[in-house]
T-cell receptor
Framework: GESVGLHLPTLSVQEGDNSIINCAYS??????FIWYKQESGKGPQFIID?????DKRQGQRVTVLLNKTVKHLSLQIAATQPGDSAVYFC???????????FGKGTMLLVSP | DTEVTQTPKHLVMGMTNKKSLKCEQH?????MYWYKQKAKKPPELMFV???????INESVPSRFSPECPNSSLLNLHLHALQPEDSALYLC???????????FGPGTRLTVL
């Protein structure tokens, strides 16, 4: 299940399940979005990106969906594995700026 | 070479010490970034260099001093830090400003 509180929002799934991590962004001028995975003690690792002229992009086992109407981004991970356990951050870039703004992050815990 | 490297991995320093963090990339990227990350929080942008020139300073206190000696290297000089500056310091690079950023593993800094 998913929990939100004083701690990082956490999504707990079983190995083999499909996972969906959500991100709401606030700036309607954002035109580029990235998902990063950050394992404990490591830097963020690029997973997949999408531009605002698309609503879906697929990678290996991952799919990013973009709904500009409601300013929502999601990351779908198929057949989740214990190695997918990490904190996932979405990041957005405003078309008028060159830097990224990171979302709060979601911790994904995968049980064997 | 497709990675960003950072040294040292860990650093413990007193409030009167002077130390430097180093970041290196050999991907030919012309934009480099320093971020600060506290536990369970997203990375916060500190500085951005584009073509070896400081492009963005996110109102960072002067006890943090960035330097970009050449297109492959980025330093962060530290002096008279406070305990609340303890954090993971991440370096990132991108081909040019606005493209996807690739992160190094970070330097875990503890200020006593």
């Amino acid at each position: 299940g998913e929990s939100v509180g004083l701690h990082l929002p956490t999504l707990s799934v079983q190995e083999g399940d499909n996972s969906i991590i959500n991100c709401a962004y606030s700036n309607s001028a954002s035109d580029y979005f990235i998902w990063y995975k950050q394992e404990s003690g490591k830097g963020p690792q690029f997973i997949i990106d999408i531009r605002s002229n698309m609503d879906k992009r697929q990678g290996q086992r991952v799919t990013v969906l973009l709904n500009k109407t409601v300013k929502h981004l999601s990351l779908q991970i198929a057949a989740t594995q214990p190695g997918d356990s990490a904190v996932y951050f979405c990041a957005e870039k405003n078309s008028g700026y060159s830097t990224l703004t990171f979302g709060k992050g979601t911790m994904l815990l995968v049980s064997p | 070479d497709t990675e960003v490297t950072q040294t040292p991995k860990h650093l413990v320093m007193g409030m009167t010490n002077k130390k430097s963090l180093k970041c290196e990339q050999h991907m030919g990227h012309r934009a480099m970034y320093w971020y600060k990350q506290k536990a369970k929080k997203p990375p916060e942008l500190m500085f951005v260099y584009s073509y070896e020139k400081l492009s963005i300073n996110e109102s960072v206190p002067s006890r943090f001093s960035p330097e970009c000696p050449n297109s492959s290297l980025l330093n962060l000089h530290l002096h008279a830090l406070q305990p609340e500056d303890s954090a993971l310091y991440l370096c990132a690079s991108s081909q040019v400003l606005g493209n996807e950023q690739f992160f190094g593993p970070g330097t875990r800094l503890t200020v006593l």
